[in-house]
């Protein structure tokens, strides 16, 4: 991709499949320990590597990640579900009636299938800790707003197509918003900053409005 980045593609049958591959070598890699790595940034179906070019070659280190792609696959995920409360009130919620009309559901119904959705972290980006999650019922699938937000609040849970995503912080976007968990998703002083990590598996729990205020002064 550049003097000092490769970017490896997967291919899979299923953006799921094709996910699992990204997650597999990206933790190889990570397990492998390779010097002059700068950098990893996981996607749906890549995985940009950022390293030192005065210490590997582009030929060189497509080689030693060849070898270590072998091994990806005996890598396992060891990681536990992450639970994500999710309040779904009318004013977290600006355009669920959207989801619900576009998908012909009640707004019991939407809530139900959305919370049935088995969610995986795909990757961070647009923003820090701003996580592309894969998992979203397809009937839900609702396109995003044509013009965007100006301002997008944190927490906010959100739909775009077929994929879902939660806003780290008060920022512009044009995703359907569903609802909002009172975790703070990035923080900087935190370790990891990001409390979502790729590979993770996220499952939304509904809450109510007390329960939001409780845990929002966490």
Known sequence: ??????????CGPSPMEAHAQ?????EAIQEAGIKGIRNLHPAFRSLLVVYNPLLWTP?????????VATQAGQIRETREVVNLPVCFSAEFAPDLGR???ASDLSTDAAIALFLSGSYHVAFLGF?????YLLGLPPKLATARHARPRTCVPAGSVGIAGEQTGIYPADIPGGWQIV??????????AREPMSLLQPGDAVRFIAIDESRYEVLSQW
């Open 179 to 188: 609802g909002r968990t009172p975790l703070r998703l990035f923080d900087p």
């Open 99 to 101: 989801v619900c009309a």
């Open 22 to 26: 990204v997650t597999a070598l990206f």
């Open 1 to 10: 991709m550049s003097d000092s980045a490769l970017l490896a593609r997967v």
């Open 127 to 131: 923003a820090p800790g701003f996580p």
């Open 59 to 67: 030929e060189r280190l497509t080689q030693r990640l060849d070898d």
